[in-house]
């Protein structure tokens, strides 16, 4: 297909009220299931796959498989300034995201093995804005200044590598929709988190408590600022 006539293609795809909605929805970066998008798209669940189908075909947006669930994104930073564009001409803004999450489980929780919330995605994001955490076909790897900065706070990483599951990989955070961080050395950044008192495991409850003297050590442990 020629240039022309995929920019059409493109264009037609967007031009669908439906899919106009579900996409500016995800411009703020967190994905979501296709029964909100469905609500989002003001349509049933059978079109609502049907539209997002078309939309993943066209490559505006990707699908994620996490247990049961599939939730879609854009597709990347590229589709987002296309839309972001035409939302300037349309000259209409869009609504904030706003999660229903109760608030001491957005903050910080378990999720299995490794911490999730607000607090594990902000860590996620800091060690791949350091370049500590490098994208890989399967999850992420290591760089030397993400090892060393891991092994100085006590974790042994070549020990982590040789487990028997995934070393360092996204995980879609239910609250934030955004990736927090996964795998082995998800798992070992807890138990580092729990060891150094930066956060405390509630007995009756997937909820972790983190004091603001913990916040502030765990903060430092990472070089990241107070937001």
Same mark, same amino acid.
């Given at each position: ?5 995929r920019?059409?293609r ?18 703020d ?48 930073p ?8 035409? +939302?300037v /001409? #349309?000259?209409?803004? !869009?609504?904030?995201? @706003?999660?229903?999450? %109760? ?5 910080? &929780? $378990? ?10 995605v ?32 006590? +974790?042994? /990483? #070549?020990?982590?590598? !040789?487990?028997?599951? @995934?070393f360092?990989? %996204? ?5 934030? &929709? $955004? ?27 997937r ?21």
């Open positions: 297909m020629d240039a022309d006539n920019l059409a493109i264009a037609a795809a967007i031009a669908e009220p439906a899919r106009a909605r579900m996409l500016c929805c995800l411009l970066g967190h994905a979501r299931t296709s029964t909100e998008l469905s609500v989002v798209g003001e349509v049933g669940a059978s079109t609502a796959s049907a539209h997002l189908a078309r939309l993943k075909e066209d490559g505006l947006l990707r699908q994620l498989a996490q247990g049961k669930h599939r939730y879609y994104s854009l597709a990347g590229e589709v987002a300034t296309a839309l972001e564009a035409l +939302l /001409v #349309a000259g209409v803004p !869009r609504p904030p995201f @706003r999660p229903s999450t %109760p608030s001491r489980l957005r903050q910080a &929780r $378990t999720c299995y093995d490794h911490m999730a919330g607000s607090v594990a902000s860590l996620h994001d800091h060690f791949t804005r350091q370049g500590w955490l490098i994208e890989t076909g399967d999850g992420y790897t290591l760089s030397r200044p993400g090892e060393q900065r891991f092994a100085a706070l006590g +974790l042994d /990483v #070549a020990a982590l590598r !040789r487990q028997r599951r @995934r360092a990989c %996204p995980c879609l955070d239910w609250s934030e &929709r $955004t990736p927090h961080l996964g795998g082995s050395l998800g798992a070992a950044l807890l138990q580092l988190a729990l060891q150094k008192r930066w956060v405390e495991q509630d007995l009756d409850s909820a972790l408590t983190v004091s603001p003297r913990g916040h502030r050590r765990m903060l430092q442990a990472f070089d990241l600022a107070e937001p």
